[in-house]
Antibody, heavy 118, light 107 residues
Framework: QVQLVQSGGGVVQPGKSLRLSCAAS????????MHWVRQAPGKGLEWVSV????????YYADSVKGRFTISRDNSNNMLYLEMNSLRVEDTAVYFC???????????WGLGTLVTVSS | DIQMTQSPSSLSASVGDRVTISCQAS??????LNWYQQKPGKVPKLLIY???NLEAGVPSRFSGSGSRTDFTFTISPLQPEDFATYYC?????????FGQGTKVEMK
């Protein structure tokens, strides 16, 4: 079965960096686009970023463009989100998500909490 | 970026009711609109894709309609397990965007 196991969350000071990881299994990772979606405490869902199956295309929400970088390692079935210049408003649970044919989000990791606080 | 506006932000309903949620896009997105359900402490679950297509395994009391900028999501009849928050999401263009959510609460 599809599994997305996330790691790398934690508490970080404003302006610092953090890298999130997502280990995928149960499907052919190199065949699917992968996304990051976040949810601030008590708030709604916010799409963050996507990377194409081969890593050639990447898109970002305006709120993170220039600060976050999505990447993947298809040899090791890993997805990453490098987050730089973190802000208090980046505090959220971050979900690693696999899409279905670029149409919808179908498999979600359990999420990892990132808290940006001084 | 495409803005998605959901209404209402919350509603109270009883088991057996018909519940309708609206989602408006800031520009024409054809039928590239999905609906998700999220329960507290759980990850979102896809219910409807491309405006009106029911995801496999999702009960038929859930339905969706609409195109271009105006979309509707309906639950009929509402069941006890349907009390949750619902989100619309467009996939016409990146960045994908979600509506702000509609919380369906028990009356």
């Amino acid at each position: 079965q599809v599994q997305l196991v996330q790691s790398g969350g934690g508490v970080v000071q404003p302006g610092k960096s953090l890298r999130l990881s997502c280990a995928a299994s149960g499907f052919t990772f190199r065949s699917y686009g992968m996304h990051w979606v976040r949810q601030a405490p008590g708030k709604g869902l916010e799409w963050v970023s996507v990377i194409s199956f081969d890593g050639s295309k990447k898109y970002y929400a305006d709120s993170v463009k220039g600060r976050f970088t999505i990447s993947r390692d298809n040899s090791n079935n890993m997805l990453y989100l490098e987050m730089n210049s973190l802000r208090v408003e980046d505090t959220a649970v971050y979900f690693c998500v696999r899409d279905h044919s670029g149409i919808y989000l179908v498999y979600w990791g359990l999420g990892t909490l990132v808290t940006v606080s001084s | 970026d495409i803005q998605m506006t959901q209404s209402p932000s919350s509603l109270s309903a009883s088991v057996g009711d018909r519940v309708t949620i609206s989602c408006q896009a800031s520009q024409d997105i054809s039928n590239y609109l999905n609906w998700y359900q999220q329960k507290p402490g759980k990850v979102p679950k896809l219910l409807i894709y491309d405006a009106s297509n029911l995801e496999a395994g999702v009960p038929s009391r859930f339905s969706g309609s609409g195109s271009r900028t105006d979309f509707t999501f309906t639950i009929s009849p509402l069941q006890p397990e349907d009390f949750a928050t619902y989100y619309c999401q467009q996939h016409d263009n990146f960045p994908w965007t979600f509506g702000q959510g509609t919380k369906v609460e028990m009356k």
